[in-house]
């Protein structure tokens, strides 16, 4: 996955529009009688000129028709729905950085909508994951497995922020995996509750083909820490 500053923005939009800022949105959201079978929220990585194809399926609690919209918050007009059958298709022939949100809505009773938000990234072929990298991270002094820690890669060579970054979360015996494309990356890390980060872990290279170990033990977060999220 490869987050970036543009997706607090994005976030941002959306929880805007949840509110109801936007007037394009209908007003009776109710997650409960409409909901998507693919969730509230897909992250998809595609190459360029390959064709992203998602079956949007909405399932309501109550009887009709239902009917599919989508809205494009990058402005791109490249991505396309059926508003019969859900179906969603994308092909882009440029790198980018493309988010979209889909609303299934009641033919009978338009006001009662689901939705569901996607975030597409579309990156070269030389930026398609081709090695592993995984390990445990563990507190250094209890030896005790550190879960919930972001663990977070970055091209040294890449400042292009839509493609920059790569990262995962441990699991509750501390253990990570990401999937990282030939390069030469830095790992950090920083734990979901603000009080600990490190952006400067190891740099370690990475070729195609490579399944590769790194452990880390670190510091046991203070109680109070103000953190210093990478950029």
């Keep these: 996955m490869i987050p970036s500053k543009i997706n607090i923005k994005l976030t941002l939009v959306f ?4 509110l109801g800022f936007s007037s394009s949105l209908r007003a009776q959201y109710d997650s409960t009688i409409i909901t998507f079978e693919n969730g509230y ?14 079956d949007f399926n909405a399932v309501s609690s109550l009887p009709g028709e239902l009917r599919y919209e989508l809205m ?10 059926d508003e019969v059958t859900g179906q969603f298709s994308l092909t882009s022939q440029e790198p980018g950085y493309f988010s979209y949100l889909i609303t299934a809505y009641l033919v009978d009773n338009p006001d009662i909508i689901g939705q569901c938000w996607l975030d597409v990234t579309v990156i070269t072929e030389e930026e398609m994951p081709c090695a592993t990298l995984e390990g445990t991270i563990r507190y250094e002094n209890s030896l005790e497995p550190a879960s919930d820690v972001y663990v977070f890669a970055f091209l040294t060579d890449n400042s292009n922020v839509f493609k920059q970054y790569y990262y995962t979360i441990t699991d509750e015996n501390g253990y990570y995996i990401l999937e990282l494309p030939k390069g030469i990356f830095q790992l950090g890390i920083f734990t979901k509750d603000g009080r600990y980060d490190d952006t400067s872990l190891a ?14 033990t670190i510091e046991e977060p203070p109680s109070i820490y103000f953190a210093s999220y990478p950029s």
């Excluded at 740099?203 to 880390?216: A, H, K, P, S, W």
């Design 41 to 54: 929220f897909i992250e998809e990585t595609i190459q360029i000129g390959q064709t992203l194809s998602i």
């Design 15 to 18: 929880l805007l529009m949840m």
């Design 203 to 216: 740099v370690i290279e990475i070729d195609c083909g490579d399944n590769l170990t790194q452990d880390f």
């Design 72 to 81: 494009d918050l990058t402005n791109n007009d490249i991505a396309t729905i």
